[in-house]
């Protein structure tokens, strides 16, 4: 049993217990998929048999010459067309664990605060520039009979197999067991949402709210991981307009190892369908969608003992797009959650922190309540991206990335399929596993696809290209 459930945190990239020795309750659950596999989110913590404290610092800098593909200047242009910021924030984690078979957790993200806009001697929360404060996780957990009955509550990062449909911070509850063939998990949560019924506990109900739940399975098949899912949305956020999805995920990972070549791939495939009542002028709006993904990651030392290697990481992510006619009675554009496995600075996610102006989250209409919390690409997305990269002399790793994106149906982008092109020179400095500084300078040459939802001018068919340098110093502990 413990090989098996030291199998699948290795092969799903993050274990449930990150970076401590293995007990009940990292075995007793199946891995989260990480949100980002580069960037870890915390350090090797440091504690003792009952509380371990963890986490990390980050600043950050960042310079783009412009927040669109037109440099035509705005007819109001009081602040410039550039981008650029420089902020800090602080995310501690702790665990606090009564036994080996119960834990406690609370994570908390202080900013990511600008400096130009917050400020260190606001002391009324109502002041636009008082510091920023999140939670990100609060649940407990427990497991019992040899992990045959586990359980997780509260607030805690949900992700499915992919992470294209959930990959989300949420308040959920889960029941697992974990046996020699595998791991069954069930989740049910809540999403926030826009309505609220009340503010007293005895003036809300359940009748506007956002619910998901999902059943899970993970079976070790020797070097190979094969993983399914069925998560569940009902939305009731707008009136008249209630919306039930489906989403069936499977997985399937694969880790190859020896003294110099260690090998890990993952292939993701889901299918979405469900129905939004009266959204199609007075009419139910059908959902038939699908999403692939596929993620090689390779790493080969130079020579046997030694420290230098050659690194690859290559990723591809494609999703459904919607059919020529808006407002219809048929979607095909995937519910997505804005997360993927791609490499990418600018296509997709920021790798380092996550800002919301990605093109790909730009180029979508936000669905959930019209909120937010998923994102609709009709025009479909294809991204493709190659990382080639080396880590050196024990402190270096440099890599160049890669990456185009294109529509899958470019009759909803203005009859264009090129979304973009992006390259990033990412040159990283480390010592140990406590700090980091990374360079990153990205360069993407946009398509008119992205440039008919980007473009903020009377232009859309401008393609400027884009120019951002990065600099992001990490310390964990």
Known sequence: MKKIMATLATLLTISAVPAQAETELARAFPPIPAPSILVPSEGPGIGGAHWRLSGRMQNIFLWRNDSDF???????????????????????????????????VAEVELGLNIWSLQDADAYDIHEPGFLRLAMRQLFMEGTFFNRALSFRAGYERVFDLSGLFMGHWIGAATLATAHSWGVLSLTAGQLPDQTHEGVAFDSTNFNADTIVYGLRGDFPLGAYLLSASLWGLTDRQVVDQRLDLMTFTVRLGGLFENELTRISFG???????????GRAAGHDERTLAWSAQGTLDAARKLRPGGGAKLLLFANVMALSGDDDHDGNEFNGAWFYSGRSRSRT?????????DRGGSI???????????????????????????????????????????????????????????????????????????????????????????????????????TDPIYQIQVIATMYF
């Not at 292939?267 to 009542?277: K, P, R, W």
């Not at 600075?345 to 922190?353: A, G, P, V």
């Not at 294109?406 to 990033?424: C, H, I, K, Q, Y």
């Open 70 to 104: 037109d440099r035509t200047p705005p007819y109001y242009d009081a602040h410039g067309q550039s981008v650029g910021l420089v902020g800090t924030f602080f995310a501690p984690r702790l665990d606090i664990m009564p036994s080996e078979r119960l834990r406690m």
């Open 267 to 277: 292939l993701d495939a889901g299918v979405q369908y469900g129905t939004t009542s």
């Open 345 to 353: 600075m600018l296509l997709t996610e920021d790798l380092f922190r």
């Open 360 to 462: 790909d989250r730009r180029m979508s209409e936000p669905r959930h309540g019209d909120h937010g919390k998923f994102y609709l690409l009709r025009s479909g997305l294809l991204v493709a991206d190659l990382s080639v990269g080396a880590e050196l002399a024990g402190f270096f790793r440099p890599f160049l990335t890669a990456g185009v994106g294109l529509t899958m149906n470019p009759e909803n982008a203005l009859g264009s399929r090129f979304v973009g092109f992006e390259t990033d020179l990412h040159l990283e400095f480390f010592y140990r596993d406590l700090l980091t500084v990374n360079l990153v300078q990205s360069v993407l040459l946009p398509g008119q696809a992205a440039a008919a939802f980007v473009n903020r001018t009377g232009d859309r068919q401008s």
